[in-house]
């Protein structure tokens, strides 16, 4: 069965910095593979996705994330912080038959 | 399109009572889940349709807990009776396809049960 794995529930960055959220899978398939959104107080919202194709994935608010099959990674960046991306993060799995797996999510604050 | 509606947004009720909480896909989706929120368990599949029959419930933690989807655009989860550990966010989402779909969420129910 999949399965995804979140290294850090919270991650701190300074405004203007780099941020980097990790994110480990585990399938016994070619998996797709998500990143949603949540700000407070709001449902999850589709950062990004990985079906087929490109390894490279852009998505929205200048988020992109890097599919590694050998590293069976998909870390999610975005190079420069801003307080408006305060949230918490999920990265998510699927063999394509099944519903979506969650991780349990990392929040992320952002230093003025 | 709305979006995934769900209500109430909010729900306050006393331990032992019926709670019945709503929700309407995105008009052509063909598949709905509804979810679980908690800090402590953080984000559980509860159950989900294909359309309209359950394809897997077994996350329904208890007996006490039960959904239906009588047609492609509503669906409830009740919960009777309700008690304190329930209390958490419920969330409604839908999508196109399974898995490799993108699951769009509703805004949430927070339920509390005192």
């Known amino acids: 069965a999949q399965s995804v794995t979140q290294l850090g529930s919270h991650v701190s960055v300074s405004e203007g910095a780099l941020v980097l959220l990790r994110c480990n899978y585990s399938s016994s398939v070619p998996p797709y593979l998500f990143w949603y959104v949540q700000y407070p107080n709001q449902g999850l919202q589709l950062l990004l996705k990985?079906?087929?194709?490109?390894?490279l994935v852009k998505g929205i608010n200048g988020f992109e994330a890097e599919f590694k099959k050998s590293e069976t990674s998909f870390h999610l960046t975005k190079p420069s912080a801003h307080m408006s991306d305060a949230a918490e993060y999920f990265c998510?799995?699927?063999?394509?038959?099944?519903?979506?797996?969650f991780g349990k999510g990392t929040r992320l604050s952002v230093i003025a | 399109d709305a979006g995934v509606i769900q209500s109430p947004r909010h729900e306050v009720t006393e331990m032992g009572q019926e709670v019945t909480l709503r929700c309407k896909p995105i008009?052509?989706?063909?598949?709905l889940f509804w979810y679980r929120q908690t800090m402590m368990r953080g984000l559980e599949l509860l159950i989900y349709?294909?359309?309209?029959?359950?394809?897997?419930d077994s996350g329904m933690p208890e007996d006490r807990f039960s959904a239906k989807m009588p047609n492609a655009s509503f669906s409830t989860l009740k919960i009777q009776p309700s008690e304190p550990r329930d209390s958490a966010v419920y969330f409604c989402?839908?999508?196109?396809?399974?898995?490799?779909?993108?699951?769009?969420f509703g805004p949430g129910t927070r339920l509390t049960v005192l």
């Open positions: 008009s052509g989706h063909d598949y």
């Open positions: 349709f294909n359309n309209n029959v359950p394809i897997d």
């Open positions: 990985y079906t087929t194709g490109a390894t």
């Open positions: 998510a799995v699927s063999e394509g038959n099944t519903p979506l797996v």
């Open positions: 989402a839908s999508s196109f396809t399974e898995g490799g779909g993108t699951q769009y």
